[in-house]
């Protein structure tokens, strides 16, 4: 026979029932803000732009973008003059100098005017969006996973044309107006800066990219190269982190919420 529950506990299981309402509202509200609450995430993750220098504030058509960046046509977060201006060497959009080093084959240049397009022009990185605080801009994105032929293809194209860095992103001499290898520094084969496609693709943005372990059309992987007639790829790869991120941020909630019941499970045990 079950013992019988006295007026204190029957207020105590009420109470804690209407304690573990309000802490799973908690839990939920938890969930879906914790994207925004995580230190340098955004909350919006799907067909966006980046808060940078020369990035439109939101995505849409640009009908007239140049040579390489045609495949964003339909949906840019960069504009016309933006595109054609990335195709230059050195471009006024940074006075970034490819060239340092001696001309660097036309392959290899194709690829860092396609990893300028993809920066610039896409609205599909908004998993891979941090804030960060520099003087040009206020976000970047870090740990894009790149699609291993992508990243395989940059490096052999480039292996043989010469740099003085293994990190583009830093550390150049600027006094000129243009980067310039710093003292010390000597011109070598990409290949001795960057031995493998990763050490390239990982470091030479400071980790903006993740050489994948997936390929091109797998859904997992963003495409540096695409054919725009068979749409943007890189659509369904965002949308798939997306809802990883999503859902990995409600189980963070749930695993909260049965965290707190812990203690007034046990109590009402007691009681």
């Not at 060497?89 to 240049?109: M, Q, R, V, W």
């Amino acid at each position: 026979m079950a013992p019988e529950v006295g007026t204190w506990g029957k207020e105590w299981m009420n109470m804690a029932w209407q304690m573990t309402q309000l802490l799973l509202l908690v839990s939920v509200a938890t969930a879906w803000g914790a994207q925004s609450r995580t230190p340098g995430a955004r909350r919006d993750l799907l067909n966006v732009c980046m808060d940078a220098k020369h990035h439109k504030t939101k995505p849409g058509p640009e009908d007239k973008l140049h040579d390489q960046c045609t495949p964003w046509r339909k949906n840019a977060c960069c504009s016309h003059n933006t595109s054609q201006e990335l195709h230059k060497d050195p471009s006024l959009l940074y006075n970034f100098n490819l060239d340092h080093c001696g001309k660097i084959e036309p392959a290899c240049k194709r690829h860092f005017i396609q990893d300028n397009c993809l920066y610039e022009c896409s609205p599909n990185l908004g998993p891979w969006i941090q804030e960060v605080n520099q003087s040009w801009r206020k976000e970047r994105f870090l740990d894009v996973p790149l699609c291993k032929e992508d990243c395989q293809q940059w490096w052999e194209d480039c292996r043989t044309s010469y740099t003085c860095k293994n990190n583009w992103h830093k550390g150049w001499d600027w006094s000129s107006g243009s980067n310039k290898c710093p003292a010390g520094a000597t011109c070598r084969t990409f290949e001795t800066y960057f031995p493998t496609p990763a050490a390239l693709c990982e470091g030479i943005w400071s980790h903006s990219y993740k050489l994948s372990n997936y390929s091109r059309g797998s859904g997992r992987c963003i495409q540096m190269w695409f054919d725009p007639a068979q749409g943007n790829p890189n659509e369904e790869v965002a949308r798939f982190y997306a809802l990883a991120m999503s859902a990995g941020a409600m189980s963070h909630g749930i695993g909260l919420l049965l965290l707190s019941l812990v203690p007034m499970l046990h109590l009402w045990l007691l009681s």
